[in-house]
């Protein structure tokens, strides 16, 4: 198993850029790979990104492509967030989750943490 804590969220301006992060608990950290997903008020939680175990491939939802930037450090048990160019739309919060395989469906992450609300300002 593993515990995941989520820090980073606050209110930004449109335009302007924020980093999420992720700290996981256990030491099979390594072994698990990593997703980001999102849920805005109303609305369905959607993917957001995922990185595998070594961080060495990464995959984004085509809303974020070009603007969000996900990163891993296995030694530290974090995984990250960097998002810039932000805007109303990105306003939700953001689950940090762990799974087996790398994937963009939410139904393969059985390890999830509480979140964290990022809030754009226009």
């Known amino acids: 198993q593993v515990q995941l804590v989520e820090s980073g969220g606050g209110l930004v301006q449109a335009g302007g850029s924020l980093t999420l992060s992720c700290a996981a608990s256990?030491?099979?950290?390594?072994?698990?790979?990593m997703g980001w997903f999102r849920q805005a008020p109303g609305k369905e939680r959607e993917f957001v990104a995922t990185i595998n175990q070594s961080g060495g491939i990464t995959d984004y939802a085509d809303s974020v492509k070009g603007r969000f930037t996900m990163y891993r450090d296995n030694a530290k048990n974090t995984v990250s967030l960097q998002m810039s160019g932000l805007t109303s739309e990105d306003t939700a919060v953001y689950y940090c989750?762990?799974?087996?395989?790398?994937?963009?469906?939410?139904?393969?992450?059985?390890?999830w943490g509480l979140g964290a609300l990022v809030t754009v300002s226009s």
């Open positions: 989750a762990a799974a087996h395989v790398s994937s963009p469906w939410r139904n393969q992450y059985p390890y």
């Open positions: 256990g030491r099979a950290f390594k072994s698990y790979a």
